[in-house]
């Protein structure tokens, strides 16, 4: 039963991450591409952590840790550069 969830949970992430490119190849604004971009920083920590959880192996959640806060702090410094106006 956990396998099961744990492969539908897999193939959920892979279709976020489809979408993801998808809205960053089309986005009309500059603005829906840092939203994808962040959608897919999000994404990407959730399939490092799934990946933790199938391989038993924790330390690559302090991984996925230290790049939420990394993608955190380059949202905000791209926020801050497109209030400023180029």
Known sequence: ????????????????ITMGVVRLVIGPTMIDRVVAIDMLTVVSI??????????????YLDV?????????L??????????KGP
């Open 74 to 83: 380059a949202v905000l410094a791209i926020a801050r550069f497109l209030e």
């Open 46 to 59: 959730s399939l490092i952590a799934l990946y933790a959880h199938i391989s038993g192996r924790f330390v």
């Open 1 to 16: 039963m956990a396998e099961t969830i744990l492969q539908i949970a897999g193939v959920l992430i892979f279709f976020s």
């Open 64 to 72: 996925a840790l230290v790049y939420g806060l990394l993608s955190f």
